[in-house]
């Protein structure tokens, strides 16, 4: 993963955010930003390990600014002509150097809870519960989410015993299973085709674009539709489609 906040690159219209995918290789999510310079565009680079953005995670901007920044204009020419048309050579850098970040993480889900030898519970929350890769971010949502049903189960049953966390877990567990699994989907190197025919129909059916927008607020109806490629598949149908 790299994500850096960048200025020369004008914004596409209609302003929004942007997602370019290249199979084989990560995605491309641009964000327009308001930062400390005014305006500014968020390119996030996601990295299919042994794909062509691989480098740019590990690439040193400190070392070799300039080479950088070719580094990325490169990888933006070639799989991301949309982005790359819109940028300015002359105005085209990161912000700051402060305004990057590089790494990579491993999805996934662990215990709810563990019981103390005194007997006392101790509950996992946010990303010591469920690491999920910020492709679609849903990280802070589904910490969010798992604190707002801690703080409801602790309203419903006051009782902090292994009973309580079993609840929780159960109260919960449907959300946060969703928001990994339609995150690790996302992630695929070579995505199923119910997932590419979902994206094209977005591409020409407003009502489908909407409906997959509004979904980042219920990754669990995100996940009722690509769960299987018979979800999707009834889904589009049920839009007119395929």
């Known amino acids: 993963m790299c994500v850096g906040l960048y200025d020369g690159i004008a914004p596409a219209e209609p302003r ?11 995605e491309l ?5 308001l930062s400390f310079t005014g305006q500014v565009s968020a390119l996030l680079f996601e990295a299919v390990p042994g794909g062509a953005f691989e480098a740019i995670a590990a690439c040193s901007y400190d ?27 002359a105005r085209f850098g990161l912000t700051r150097p402060l305004d990057l970040l590089q790494g990579a993480i491993t999805p996934g889900i662990r215990e709810d809870f563990a019981m103390l030898p005194s007997g006392r519970p101790v509950i996992a929350a946010g ?13 802070a949502n589904c910490a969010s989410y798992s604190a707002w049903e801690l703080g409801r ?19 919960r567990r449907n959300l946060v299973r969703a928001t990994t699994d339609w995150t690790n989907l996302m992630l695929s190197s070579s995505p199923p085709q119910h997932l ?17 927008t509004e979904n980042f607020n219920h990754p669990d109806r995100q996940w009722d539709i690509l769960a299987t490629p018979e979800r999707t598949r009834a889904y589009l149908a049920g839009h007119g489609l395929g």
């Open 29 to 33: 999510i641009e964000i327009p930003m």
């Open 127 to 139: 990303d010591a519960h469920a690491v999920v890769d910020p492709v679609v971010g849903q990280g």
């Open 153 to 171: 189960q602790i309203l419903d049953d006051p009782h902090f015993d292994e009973r309580f966390c079993r609840k929780l877990a159960a109260r």
């Open 196 to 212: 590419q025919d979902l994206l094209g129909a977005m591409a020409t059916t407003p009502a489908v674009a909407d409906e997959f």
């Open 16 to 26: 929004g955010v942007t997602l370019s995918i290249a199979p084989g290789h990560g």
């Open 63 to 89: 070392a070799d600014p300039a080479a950088f920044h070719r580094l990325v204009l490169e990888i933006l020419r070639e799989h991301h002509p949309s982005v790359h048309e819109r940028v300015d050579p």
